[in-house]
C-alpha cells in the first residue's frame, strides 16, 4: 500500500505547475492580471516548496512520519480552499502568505513521497509509474479545467487539490516512521575524481539550473505564446492538453536514443529544436506556427532533461551533486516565472523569448562542454536514485 500511497500523491502535489499555462490564462481573462503578477502567483510555490528537503533533515529521525504526513495534508487542504477564496475576492497579497504554509506541507508530503520510494527494490520503475501519473494528470487537468474555470472560477484547481488530498489521509498510516535506508546522501560525502571532474560537475549543475529558468519561463506563459499567435481559446485549450502528452514522446524518445559516444550530438540537436521552437513561439504570427513551436518546445525539454541529468551523475560519485540538483529545481523553475513575468510586463514578447533563448544558449554550452568530461563511468547507487528522483520532481515539465 506504501506503494500506491506514493504514486496517488506525488501526482497530485505538483499539479498547479503541470496546469500552468491554463490557469495563467484563466488568471488573465478571469482576474485581469498581469503577467508579473501571474509569474509571482506561480513562483511561490515553487521557491518555498524546496525548503522542506533541507528542514526534513532535522525531524525525520525524531517525528512519525505518518504523523507528519496527516498534519501536512491537513494544513495543506485547508490552505488550498482558504487560497480559492482570496482568489475569488481578488485578495492577492492575502493569497500569497496563504501559500507559504501551504507550499511548505506539499513540499514535506511531496520530498517524503520521493525518499519512501528507497524501500522498494525497483525505485526506478517506481518513478516511471510516478512520472505517467502525473502526466495522465496533467493532460486531464488541461482537458477539463477549461469549462470548471467557466463554471465556478479560477479557484478550483485549489478546491481539486484540497479534496483529493484529504481522500488520501487514510493511506497515510502507510508511511514509515523512519526514513528509509538510502533516501539521504551523508552531508560529508564529496564529489571524487579531482577538481576537473569536480568543475564539470558544478557546471552541469548550473547548465541545469539556467536550463530550468528558461524552460520553466515559456511554459508557464505557453498560453500567451499561442493567443499573440492568433489561437482563439477553445484551440489554446485544446492545444495546450495535446502538448501535456509530448512529455512521454519526449523523454521516451531520449531513452530510446541514449547513448554515450551519441550524447554530443544529441545535446545539440536537442538545443537546435528547442531554440528553433523558440524563434517560432516569438515572431511566427499564425496559429499553426505558435502550435507546432509549442510542440517542438516541449519535445526538446522533455528530450534534453534526461540527458543533462545524466552527465550530473556520471560526474557525481557520490550523489551530492544531485542532492543539491533536487533542491535547486523548484527555485529555478520559480524564478523563471518570475522573471518571464517581468519581461513581458515591461519589455514584452520578444525580448522576454530572446532572454530565454540566451540562457538556452549559456545552458547548451555548457552541457556540450561536460558532455566532453562526462564518460561511461557508473555514478553510485546515491547517485542514481535521486537522478530518479529529479526527474519524478521535473515531471511537470
Not at 501559500?99 to 511531496?110: Q, V, W
Request: aromatic share 8%; with cysteine.
Amino acid at each position: 500500500m506504501l506503494r500506491l500511497t506514493v504514486i496517488v500523491t506525488s501526482c497530485i502535489i505538483p499539479a498547479l505547475f503541470l496546469w500552468a499555462p491554463m490557469l495563467a490564462q484563466a488568471f488573465q481573462t478571469q482576474l485581469h492580471l498581469s503577467p508579473g503578477t501571474i509569474g509571482r502567483l506561480f513562483s511561490i510555490d515553487m521557491l518555498i516548496s524546496p525548503l522542506p528537503g533541507l528542514l526534513m533533515f532535522l525531524w525525520q529521525k525524531h517525528i512519525g512520519w505518518r504523523h507528519v504526513a496527516t498534519l501536512c495534508a491537513v494544513i495543506f487542504a485547508g490552505g488550498s480552499i482558504l487560497s480559492a477564496v482570496l482568489l475569488g475576492h481578488g485578495l492577492i497579497n492575502w493569497f500569497y502568505l496563504c501559500r507559504i504554509p501551504t507550499a511548505m506541507a506539499s513540499g514535506t508530503l511531496y520530498v517524503m513521497c520521493n525518499r519512501s520510494v528507497a524501500r522498494f527494490d525497483d525505485p526506478d520503475r517506481l518513478f516511471g509509474v510516478m512520472l505517467t501519473s502525473q502526466v495522465v494528470v496533467a493532460t486531464l487537468g488541461l482537458l477539463v479545467l477549461p469549462s470548471l474555470f467557466a463554471r465556478f472560477g479560477v479557484g478550483v484547481p485549489y478546491v481539486v487539490q484540497a479534496l483529493w488530498v484529504l481522500a488520501l489521509v487514510p493511506l497515510y498510516r502507510y508511511f514509515p516512521d523512519a526514513p528509509p535506508h538510502g533516501a539521504s546522501v551523508p552531508a560529508t560525502a564529496s564529489v571524487t575524481g579531482g577538481t576537473g571532474i569536480m568543475l564539470a560537475g558544478i557546471m552541469s549543475v548550473g547548465a541545469l539550473f539556467i536550463f530550468n529558468i528558461a524552460t520553466g519561463a515559456v511554459w508557464t506563459f505557453a498560453s500567451v505564446f499561442l493567443q499573440a499567435g492568433g489561437m482563439t481559446s477553445a484551440g489554446i485549450d485544446h492545444m495546450l492538453a495535446l502538448v501535456g502528452m509530448m512529455g512521454i514522446v519526449g523523454s521516451g524518445s531520449a531513452a530510446l536514443a541514449a547513448s554515450g559516444k551519441r550524447r554530443m550530438a544529441l545535446l545539440l540537436g536537442g538545443y537546435a529544436l528547442l531554440l528553433l521552437s523558440l524563434f517560432g513561439l516569438g515572431w511566427g504570427h499564425s496559429p499553426a506556427v505558435a502550435a507546432g513551436a509549442l510542440v517542438a518546445f516541449k519535445l526538446s525539454w522533455t528530450f534534453l532533461l534526461p540527458f543533462m541529468l545524466g552527465s550530473i551523475t556520471l560526474l557525481d560519485t557520490s550523489g551530492v551533486l544531485m542532492n543539491v540538483t533536487t533542491m535547486t529545481l523548484g527555485v529555478s523553475l520559480g524564478l523563471g516565472a518570475v522573471v518571464a513575468g517581468w519581461l513581458l510586463d515591461h519589455a514584452g514578447q520578444a525580448v522576454m523569448l530572446t532572454g530565454m533563448a540566451a540562457c538556452s544558449l549559456v545552458a547548451a554550452t555548457a552541457s556540450v562542454i561536460v558532455a566532453g568530461r562526462a564518460g561511461p563511468g557508473r555514478p553510485s547507487r546515491a547517485a542514481r536514485h535521486q537522478v530518479a528522483e529529479a526527474e519524478a520532481s521535473c515531471s511537470g515539465l
